[in-house]
C-alpha cells in the first residue's frame, strides 16, 4: 500500500487551497493556543467555503474535552481527530461511543526510554498511533527520533511517522516507512514550513 501523506498545522486559507490542489490524504489543523500553528476562530471561519476533496480533515489537540471535541464533528465536520496530550484510554473510548464515525489518532512520544507498552491500553479504542520525538512541548519540535526504536513494533493498528521530517531526511523516512508493515504514513509539519503554519507549496510538490 502507497504511504499517506499528512500536512499538519496549517493556518492560511490561500496556503491550504494551494496545498490541497496536491491532494494530500490528510490536513491538519491545530487546536491549541500555545502552538505558533493554531487554528483561531477567524480561521477556520475563513475555511467554510474551502473545498477539501479527497483530503480528510484532521484536528489536532492537546487534552481537549470531549464537548469540544464533539462541537467540531457536529459544528465543522470533522471525522479525525488527533491527541497529543495526556488523554488516557478511558477518554478516548467515551469519544469514541460520543462521536461514532470519528477516527482517533493518538499521538505519543519517543525517547530513548520510551516502551510500547504504554500502547497497549489503547488498542480497542484508537484507529492510528502518532509517533512523534519526546519534548517538553507537544509536537512541532522539528526533532526527530531514532526510527529504530519502532522495527519492533508488535500491534495491529497502524502508525504514522512523525517528528523533524524535512527535505534532508524524507528519503530515508519513506525507506523506513515502507519497511515496515504497520507504517502507514508520514506526518509533515515544520520541516516543510516557510513560516509557523504557512507550508512550503514547492517542496510539497517534491512529494505529493
Not at 496549517?10 to 491550504?16: D, G, R, W, Y
Not at 488516557?88 to 460520543?98: D, G, S
Not at 509533515?188 to 507549496?201: A, F, I, T
Amino acid at each position: 500500500m502507497p504511504l499517506k501523506y499528512k500536512i499538519c498545522g496549517i493556518n492560511n486559507k490561500e496556503n491550504l487551497k494551494e496545498i490541497l490542489l496536491l491532494k494530500p490524504n490528510f490536513i491538519g489543523h491545530i487546536f491549541y493556543p500555545k502552538s505558533p500553528r493554531d487554528t483561531s476562530n477567524e480561521a477556520l471561519t475563513s475555511f467554510h467555503d474551502v473545498d477539501y476533496g479527497h483530503s480528510s480533515k484532521v484536528a489536532v489537540m492537546v487534552n481537549p474535552t470531549v464537548e469540544y471535541i464533539h462541537n467540531l464533528y457536529e459544528d465543522e465536520n470533522f471525522r479525525f481527530v488527533q491527541l497529543h496530550g495526556e488523554e488516557t484510554a478511558t477518554f478516548c473510548q467515551e469519544l469514541k461511543n460520543k462521536c461514532t464515525e470519528l477516527k482517533i489518532l493518538k499521538a505519543f512520544g519517543i525517547d530513548e526510554n520510551w516502551k510500547q507498552e504504554v500502547l497497549r491500553p489503547f488498542l480497542n479504542c484508537v484507529d492510528y498511533f502518532v509517533f512523534d520525538t519526546k519534548t517538553e512541548k507537544y509536537g512541532g519540535s522539528g526533532l526527530s527520533f531514532n526510527w529504530e526504536l519502532l522495527k519492533d513494533y508488535k500491534f495491529d493498528i497502524p502508525y504514522l511517522l512523525s517528528g523533524g521530517l524535512n527535505p534532508n531526511n524524507l528519503e530515508q523516512a519513506r525507506v523506513f516507512a515502507t519497511s515496515q508493515p504497520k507504517c502507514y504514513g508520514l506526518d509533515l509539519n515544520s520541516g516543510y514550513e516557510l513560516s509557523p503554519g504557512l507550508k512550503s507549496v514547492e517542496l510539497l510538490k517534491e512529494i505529493l
